[in-house]
């Protein structure tokens, strides 16, 4: 069975491809969404197009399956319209499926099923990283306003910090945004570090 | 408490009236808590709204007949109450292919019929079979398309490439010589032109007056068995349409669109399409276009069965379905005047008499038979002066043969 990963996301195709072929499926080919990929993919007569939900070319794609004389066999989207519950996994997890006409259920379904699975575990990995990166980036922001603390205030690294705390807890703000605001006044008074 | 609703939307000055119900409280008031979802692809929103992920959809009118019939993926019933805009598209060409029309564009503009004839010129020049780009097979702007290229002689399918790509991905297109134009609702030609990437060469409202674009699409069981949400919707749709016509609001309202949870666009080039005042090409004083997109008036957003008609009428001629009495009944069916006249028959807004009427045959702004209030309708003639009777498909279908 021929597999098509059509990706613009480098990482999220190399998770998935890895997936599928610890499954044991061998024939999987990526190809980035850009230029004359739907004549790359004619060529490539694939039997299962995975593809992003929330790609702009999907509408490019479905228009070459719709007029394409190079594939022998129409291709639709998913399997088995039947089985609401998978195609609902499937559009929750933003996975797009097309199938060539005539391929048994049973033999698409596990691999629809780690799609699934794939780009659910890659979009919680990108949702960690993103929190890795913001929670660096409020570090930096509040080890420069205990700073200016310090500084101007005279404190120890400890009371710097309490001070930010019990500021954002009286105005019912979050710490990165009062020490924000003070790194913003510091610098309009021109007494910036 | 308020209801959620989720609708699908594409990043399009057609989306007007949605964030403006939302933005400015009509919904609300209405009891609904609108939640937009912004999506990139027709294909995307179409599998959102047939597997029930949103309510309801701003959806190409001629994909939700398409849908209804079976011709894109998933079959699905689905149910227009109410047209979100008339007209808005933009035909834009590279400004070497251009070189073959009029030079004068306003010229160009009102004369489709004369500029149709110099594209055929065109096209031999060229150095390929000219590229264009459409967003969807199934759009008002590939059907008004063909209908205007086909005047001229040219066989949209054999003399020219269509390319399907996303509005959003048409500037670039253009710049890496992939498309050699493209037609798409705004602000997207007008950033190809800002971007000194094509020029206009024709305008949607010029091919056809009165153009059906976008509806609100559901699934027909969904709107059957929600028939008070949906009245309520419609309600507060009706107000923000009259909001966004409103010339006094389209400042604000192009600031809004501008918005990245919206359109995502500069607000100066959105402006352009609200107040008619079109870019022609880059650097050249704008042509006046004031009904350049329409959201309210003259019942603007009444689904009229015989546009849905007239869709059919043309997705027939192109051979993409087969035409015979119950899939033209079905067609029919997609539009739902009824539903309209439910939701809004105490709104004080006038309403159209009928459900059908002949498209084409309106030449100057004329007052017509309403249920209450005064009700005008504008100019909605095809540019090649046609009329389309829905209750003779056969006769007009024969008249464009033997393209087909």
Redesign the interface.
Known sequence: MRIVIIDDSGLRATVLEEGLREAGYDDIHIVPPR?AFVARLERMAPDVVLMD???????????ML?VSRALARPI???VD?SD?AM??AA??AGV?AYVVDGLRKERVKPVLELAVRRFNAFARMQSELDEARTALADRKIIDRAKSILMNQRNLSEQDAYALLRSSAMNQGKKIVDVAQALITASDLLGGGI | MSELLRIAFLPLTDVAVLAVAREQGFAEEEGITLDLVRT?????LR??LV???VQGAQMLAPLAVAVTLGL???PAALAAPYKLNVNGNMLVMAPDFAKALEPDIARRLVDPLGTAHDFAAAIGLWRRKPVIGV???FSSHAIMLRYWLASAGIDPDRDIVL????P??TVEAMR?G?IDGFIAGEPWGSAAIEAGLAETVAIGERIWQRGVEKVLAFRQDWLEANPETVDRLLRSLARAAAWCDDPAHHEALADLLSDPRYVDQPAELIRSALSGRIGARLGEAPVANPDFILFAREATAFPWRSQALWIYSQLVRWGMVAHDAETAARAAAVFRPDIFRRALADSGLPMPGGSMKLEGAVSAPMPVGAHRGDLTLGPDRFFDGRIFDPERIEDFLRDFAPQR
């Not at chain 1, 790609?55 to 228009?63: N, Q």
Request: charged share 25%.
């Open positions: 230029g939900l929330g790609s702009p070319s999907r509408d490019t794609l479905e228009e719709t639709a989207m998913f319209q609401d195609i609902g559009i929750d797009s | 990139t692809s027709w294909a995307t599998d959102r597997y029930g992920q894109s993926q998933q967003v969807h097979r390319r399907v790509l996303p959003s991905l890496a992939e």
